[in-house]
T-cell receptor, first 116, second 111 residues
Framework: ETGVTQTPRHLVMGMTNKKSLKCEQH?????MYWYKQSAKKPLELMFV???????ENNSVPSRFSPECPNSSHLFLHLHTLQPEDSALYLC???????????????FGPGTRLLVL | SQQGEEDPQALSIQEGENATMNCSYK?????LQWYRQNSGRGLVHLIL?????REKHSGRLRVTLDTSKKSSSLLITASRAADTASYFC???????????FGGGTRVLVKP
């Protein structure tokens, strides 16, 4: 256990559905991240939140909408997805502010998403 | 192309043997990190090496960093079947604000 949980672990949705992925970290960190991992592609950073403020949006399509209500929770709202959005979505957290540079990130187990 | 690239893409060894994988990167870094991922699960941090360090050990893991060649290696000694996983290097550039991951090396340790 890394202290980062994600729900659901598996999700199948149609292209017209709306669903949300949830991430919770119990480490007292103040930065949270969404990554997308597709087969045979490097891990792609999607969004970064520092102290609940979005600091990075890596040219992610608007059908992915993040929400960070507090430093412990992060959501990814999904709507009108495409089959190519099927992937493993990973959440991570880290402690920012203690060091000038990015330190270790702690990952959740991921949500395996299949879009039909 | 990506900042970090691992080599080889896949590696198959017998239990007890050593496994070595390499990571090359393009721009100057502040630190380089290695992570492990078991099939379909999250990444687990293994070790972090800073740009002013040349070698680091953690248990059966040994990481080297050569900033002149912009490369790092991860050595797993006396491998076990449980070491079967994908291993990723991730770099933090001088800008310092995010990790950039490579494509990973898939390691299979046969019992």
């Amino acid at each position: 256990e890394t202290g980062v949980t994600q729900t659901p672990r598996h999700l199948v949705m149609g292209m017209t559905n709306k669903k949300s992925l949830k991430c919770e970290q119990h480490l007292g960190h103040n930065a949270m991240y969404w990554y997308k991992q597709s087969a045979k592609k490097p891990l792609e950073l999607m969004f970064v939140y520092n102290f609940k403020e979005q600091t990075e949006n890596n040219s992610v399509p608007s059908r992915f909408s993040p929400e960070c209500p507090n430093s412990s929770h992060l959501f990814l709202h999904l709507h009108t997805l495409q089959p190519e959005d099927s992937a493993l979505y990973l959440c991570a957290s880290s402690q920012e502010g203690l060091a000038e540079y990015q330190e270790t990130q702690y990952f959740g187990p991921g949500t395996r998403l299949l879009v039909l | 192309s990506q900042q970090g690239e691992e080599d080889p893409q896949a590696l198959s060894i017998q239990e007890g043997e050593n496994a070595t994988m390499n990571c090359s990167y393009k721009t100057s870094i502040n630190n380089l990190q290695w992570y492990r991922q078991n099939s379909g699960r999250g990444l687990v941090h293994l070790i972090l090496i800073r740009s002013n360090e040349r070698e680091k050990h953690s248990g059966r893991l040994r990481v080297t960093l050569d900033t002149s060649k912009k490369s790092s290696s991860l050595l797993i000694t006396a491998s076990r079947a449980a070491d079967t996983a994908s291993y990723f290097c991730a770099t933090v550039t001088a800008a310092g604000n995010k990790l950039t991951f490579g494509g990973g090396t898939r390691v299979l340790v046969k019992p």
